[in-house]
């Protein structure tokens, strides 16, 4: 992975000598809420419902095990010994202290992280692909470029104080693994005829209120001219994006609002012209950041009949917790962050001890974070799953859901965060509860749970196969079920079925869904296939005939 | 009396100063004002009909500019943060001062606006000058690093704080103007 150099430290320990100064000056007096709001958020820090909630950045999702080891120690020193990961793979404390924010911050750059512009309205964490690296159908390694990115975002001068928030994802592969196509930017690593690399570009995705699905600006920008491309479209944006409506400010607003044409010839005629004060990309720089992600030393191994002779829960894990790897002999695995009964994305210190030293064994001391809450060992030999298993199970890790219906996404929701409409924690658990049958749920394949506490939808709820929107009615909390929605392969946005539900209905209204979907699918067809073919029709009518008789 | 905080010889050997502002904006008390028969805003400017008695430096605000054009001294702009660089037109070259408006700390289109007026685009080499409530200690670095050389710090601003908080980092990635403190920098311009 990226080692820092003598810049990148210099300039999280300057920035974290600048944060720790500035709360020295608000806990004084001398700086007020608003101006402390405007500098806290750019550190990651926002003020909750029950405390203050520290966010920290992992880049592009991905972790040494020393750097997850450090944020179990910080989890357990100045929280309550657990921490969330979140769907930009970021990993939030719940329970940290003000006072000891800058101290947790200086911990962080000990080991090379921070918790810099994972909020405010700035360029946040950037994502990628978790199979990055190891993916059989990559064109390239997204990394290297998201590492670039993270390096010309950080505190941008012109860039840091934005109309709103913007989300980078990129990917190398044709599957888009990094829900790409919602994001502010998606870049989508591509080769030209003579084979150099670039990046065919998207633009105005998002989710949120107002979800979009981004569109092409540019089919390819090479690869020098990334960054003076992204200083382009941000230009713009920051010149025209609105400002005077918080729901209005995305760049996928005005996007929408001038239309891809108009958007573009703006951005390319910026572009020419600005070449001057552009980032030019040398190739030597990039070679640098490259090197930093050369493949681990694989053994040359066979491949393996991992399952054989092995008791059918330990098949039933290979089946659903582990992923085919581009190297003979290896797999990636799974570490299910989904068991029943725990809250989605939540671990704890302890595991995370666990998980690292799991790492050092068996996965050259790496971890990523995927966007789907769960973290992943990529680079486990086939020879040494059984073990990995064993050892996750013994932590509570290796619940064998990943991709059905129980790996849902869910935000924090009302029980953390302020922004919350409606609680997803206790929603969560009924529905885990509902479908512990795990035979049941392998019968119903491959289903996309994804819920949000508000229509800021950080649960990507739009997306999901089956989404689930909290909602406030009259003081109570509702949930608006939407259905069809997809980010791997053809991206598309749900449709609401019908009138909310009361929060003790959600996980039944589930259940109606999917024996909607049982009694209607065809030989080996998905859900989410099942859903295209019919339409929302037969479950809008399921649902609330079901709901009619029963009242 | 109004003190600016300004960087003179900007570059390797760069000094900061506190003076007292020589510029008066347009209305304020000892200003210039426009005399009968100023043509209309965006009309040329013909002989006569402009202001053209020498005063105090003069910052009038972008739609009253077109004015002042034939104003016998030295000549100043207020964009407000909706104005369009480019709308300066030649006047770029006129100007000896262009004042940008940070009104609050979320206001970031000032940063573009400083940017673009130092890029060869439009080549503006006289005074850039951050003014608003938002000039204050924590935005200083990258308003430098944007191009500005003098800051009308907003009230109750740490002279002493604001001096040191232009040196606040001694690394930056992506390119911008030069500032003395930045001594490594990743990524160059073309």
Redesign the interface.
Same mark, same amino acid.
Request: charged residues 25%.
């Given at each position: 992975m990226y080692q820092y150099d =003598?810049?990148d430290q210099?300039?999280v320990d =300057?920035r974290v000598a600048?944060f720790r100064d =500035?709360t020295r000056r608000f806990l004084a007096g001398e700086l007020s809420e608003?101006?402390f709001k405007?500098?806290r958020l750019r550190n990651g820090l926002y003020i909750q419902r029950h405390a203050p909630m520290l966010r920290i950045a992992v880049p592009y999702g991905l972790l040494s095990s020393r750097q997850l080891r450090k944020l179990g120690e910080i989890a357990q020193r100045y929280d309550r010994g657990y921490g969330h990961f979140t769907t930009r793979t970021n990993l939030q404390l719940n329970w940290p202290k003000l006072a000891d924010v800058p101290d947790i911050l200086a911990e962080l750059a000990t080991v090379q992280m921070h918790s810099i512009q994972t909020s405010g309205?700035c360029i946040r964490n950037v994502t990628a692909d978790h199979l990055a690296g190891i993916a059989l159908d990559e064109v390239d390694d997204p990394r290297p470029y998201c590492e670039i990115i993270r390096?010309?975002?950080?505190?941008?001068?012109?860039?840091?104080?934005?109309?709103r928030k913007f989300k980078f994802a990129v990917t190398g592969s044709a599957e888009d693994r990094a829900a790409s196509e919602v994001h502010d930017i998606g870049l989508h690593l591509r080769r030209d005829a003579q084979g150099n690399i670039g990046f065919q570009v998207l633009v105005g995705g998002g989710l949120g209120r107002t979800p979009i699905i981004g569109q092409v600006i540019r089919e390819f920008v090479p690869l020098p001219d990334l960054?003076?491309y992204c200083d382009a479209i941000l230009?713009v944006y920051?010149?025209y994006g609105r400002?005077d409506n918080i729901h209005k400010a995305r760049i996928k607003i005005l996007v929408k609002a001038v239309g891809i044409a108009k958007f573009r010839d703006q951005v390319e005629t910026e572009w020419r012209?600005? =070449?001057?004060?552009?980032?030019?990309?040398?190739m030597a720089?990039v070679e640098r950041i490259r090197a930093f992600f050369k493949p681990p030393a694989y053994e040359s191994l066979p491949n393996i009949e991992a399952c054989a002779g092995r008791e059918p829960e330990f098949q039933a894990w290979y089946r659903y917790n582990t992923r085919p790897h581009k190297v003979c002999g290896y797999r990636a695995a799974f570490v299910s962050l989904k068991a029943h009964g725990e809250n989605p994305g939540d671990i704890s210190s302890a595991q995370m001890a666990a998980v690292a030293d799991l790492a050092d064994r068996v996965s050259f001391g790496m971890v990523r974070v995927t966007h789907t809450q769960n973290l992943l060992l990529a680079d486990v030999k086939q020879a040494e799953l059984y073990g990995v298993w064993q050892e996750l199970r013994r932590l509570g890790l290796a619940t064998p859901n990943i991709g059905t219906l129980t790996d849902m996404i869910a935000c924090p929701g009302l029980d953390f965060c302020s922004l919350a409409n409606a609680g997803t924690l206790k929603v969560a658990h009924q529905i885990q509860k509902q479908f512990d049958d795990l035979d049941y749920l392998y019968d119903l394949g491959d289903i996309e749970i994804k819920m949000s506490g508000c229509m800021n939808g950080c649960g990507h709820h739009h997306v999901g196969h089956i989404g689930i929107l909290g909602v406030d009615k009259h003081g109570e909390e509702w949930y608006q079920i939407t259905l069809g929605g997809s980010v791997n392969g053809s991206t598309a946005l749900g449709q609401v079925i019908g009138p909310s539900v009361a929060q003790a209905d959600v996980a039944s209204t589930i259940e109606r869904i999917v024996e909607i979907y049982r009694a209607e699918r065809e030989d080996g067809e998905r859900f989410i296939e099942t859903f295209r073919r019919i339409g929302v029709k037969p479950f809008k009518e399921g649902v609330y005939a079901a709901h009619s008789e029963a009242a | 009396m109004r003190p600016i905080l300004k960087r003179l010889d900007v570059g390797a050997n760069e000094r900061r100063e506190i003076v007292q502002d020589e510029w008066k904006y347009l209305g304020e008390e000892g200003a210039p004002v426009a005399a009968a028969g100023a043509v209309a805003p965006g009309a040329p400017a013909a002989a006569g009909a402009t202001i053209t008695a020498a005063g105090a430096a003069l910052i009038v605000p972008f739609v009253e500019l077109a004015k002042y054009r034939g104003y016998a001294g030295r000549l100043g702009v207020l964009l407000s943060p909706a104005d369009a660089v480019e709308d300066l037109g030649d006047d770029v070259k006129r100007l000896s001062l262009v004042a940008v408006t940070f009104p609050s700390a979320g206001e970031g289109r000032g940063f573009t606006q400083g940017r673009l007026l130092r890029s060869a685009r439009f080549g503006f080499e006289g005074e850039l000058r951050a003014v608003g409530a938002g000039v204050k200690q924590d935005l200083l670095f990258i308003m430098a690093r944007c191009g500005f050389d003098a800051f009308e710090l907003a009230p109750g601003q740490k002279v002493e704080e604001a001096l040191r908080a232009l040196d606040r980092y001694s690394v930056a990635y992506a390119p911008a103007e030069p500032v003395p403190s930045v001594k490594l920098q990743r990524f160059h311009a073309a």
């Open positions: =003598q810049l210099a300039f =300057q600048e =500035q608003d101006e405007a500098v309205n390096q010309w975002a950080n505190l941008h001068p012109e860039f840091t104080y934005l109309p960054l003076s230009r920051n010149r400002r012209a600005s =070449q001057d004060i552009s980032p030019r990309l040398d720089e | -």
